[in-house]
Nanobody, 119 residues
Framework: QVQLVESGGGLVQAGGSLRLSCAASGRTFSRNVMGWFRQAPGKEREFVASISWSSSRTYYADSVKGRFTISRDNAKNTVYLQMNSLKPEDTAVYYC????????????WGQGTQVTVSS
């Protein structure tokens, strides 16, 4: 079992930065693929970024490439999402997720943290 708790959301002006954190509990964190997703009002949840357990592989949605960076610290059981050059269209609830087996659906989800970017 893995429990995920996101933090770091808030209100920021366009062009600003935020860093989201996701603290995980569970002995298998270091072996989990971790991901960030987001859901804007009236829209479906969408993939943002993911990172392999060794941090050797990262993937990004085209909409955030070059602006967002995903990273993890297995010693702290934490995954991060550094968000730079934020745009109003980045406004959403951001969710952290974990999957035990690469290539499968995500097994665990956090409660989400709100990110609001004002123009």
């Amino acid at each position: 079992q893995v429990q995920l708790v996101e933090s770091g959301g808030g209100l920021v002006q366009a062009g600003g930065s935020l860093r989201l954190s996701c603290a995980a509990s569970g002995r298998t964190f270091s072996r989990n693929v971790m991901g960030w997703f987001r859901q804007a009002p009236g829209k479906e949840r969408e993939f943002v970024a993911s990172i392999s357990w060794s941090s050797s592989r990262t993937y990004y949605a085209d909409s955030v490439k070059g602006r967002f960076t995903i990273s993890r610290d297995n010693a702290k059981n934490t995954v991060y999402l550094q968000m730079n050059s934020l745009k109003p269209e980045d406004t959403a609830v951001y969710y952290c997720a974990a999957k035990v087996v690469p290539g499968t659906e995500y097994d665990y989800w956090g409660q989400g943290t709100q990110v609001t970017v004002s123009s």
